[in-house]
């Protein structure tokens, strides 16, 4: 075989890995435009119609939560809480610091001015203006990273246990949901990042996160599963990276605010997961919770420590 030949063959050899490259990344890019998980999940992103209208500093050492009240903005940290009282549509300037036992974990407002449920490692407290009024333990293994009261019952988000524990307001548990069921179409929580966030609507379901999962899922107080929604995708109405979302609220309204953690990206829902619009793009950040006042959305951004508070500015 003479020089010239083996050159040709050489050559047809390296068109056809070309060739073959070609073929197989053109394949696998129609599989990725037509994989099930984009489904529904719009092309881009709405032009948001909220904007930021405040930022609050956080003073307290190593936030983990927030909730809101009769005016006020409570951020819970490392022994202590930090308040904010509200005057119109802006934050008074004047914030002082009620101390706490222990590293709060998770904090929510109650049914009267000035109560408060938070959490920590050991126990749950029942807290009315900067004085517990009651304390009951928590149960073993369990860590609580989200509260919600609704009527006469607290719900905790338990993320020790991977389980949602329901619990009257004298301290008696009344229940789990949220645990592995199989056979009635609830796979079970993944929290690979320890991040488990729950709300309560007006009708008493419980809407919780399941980030491992890209979902958001709502039971009745009985336990049953009544629906979920949620896709993992970077495209608005999706939820991106490996564990999200991280954080919800519930508006006046009944729709679902969502955070994700690494985006920085809140997202509004309908209570049934239909995607409505994309609140706000931070584009980074590592640890998140949301509140809301009103029609305002209130977050905490753990990262960059401050509290942002988010307008509606184009009526719908």
Known sequence: ???????????????????????????????VQRAPAMAGIPAAAQATAYREVETIPVTVQQPTALTTGFGMVYIAGQHAIQRHRRTGRRMAADHDRAEARGGITAITYGHAAG????????????????????????????VVTGLAVYRDTLWA???????????????????????????????????????????????????????????????????????????????????SGCCNPV?????????IITAEKGRGRLQRFSDCGAFQEVVADLGHGDGFDLAVDG??????????RLVRVYQRTVSE
Not at 226 to 237: D, I
Not at 247 to 255: C, F, N, R, T
């Open 157 to 239: 988000a338990d993320a020790g246990n991977t389980q949602v524990v329901g619990f009257s307001l004298d301290g008696t548990c009344i229940g789990t949901l949220a645990g592995q069921d199989e056979r009635h179409g609830v796979p079970g929580l993944l929290l690979p990042g320890g991040q488990f966030d729950i709300a309560v609507n007006q009708r008493g379901e419980i809407f919780i996160t399941n980030p491992g999962r890209h979902r958001i899922e709502v039971y009745d107080r009985n336990g049953t599963l009544l629906r979920s929604w949620g896709v993992p995708s970077a495209q608005p109405g999706g939820f």
């Open 1 to 31: 075989m003479t020089r010239r030949t083996v050159d040709r063959w050489l050559g047809a050899g390296v068109l056809l890995v070309i060739a073959v490259t070609a073929i197989t990344a053109w394949r696998v890019q129609q599989q």
């Open 115 to 142: 109560e408060a449920y938070l959490a920590t490692r050991d126990e749950i407290t029942r807290w009315q203006d900067g004085v517990t009024q009651e304390r009951w333990p928590a149960r073993p293994g369990m």
């Open 247 to 255: 954080a919800l609220a519930v508006m006046p309204d009944g729709s």
């Open 295 to 304: 029609d305002d959305i209130v977050l905490l951004d753990i990262q960059a």
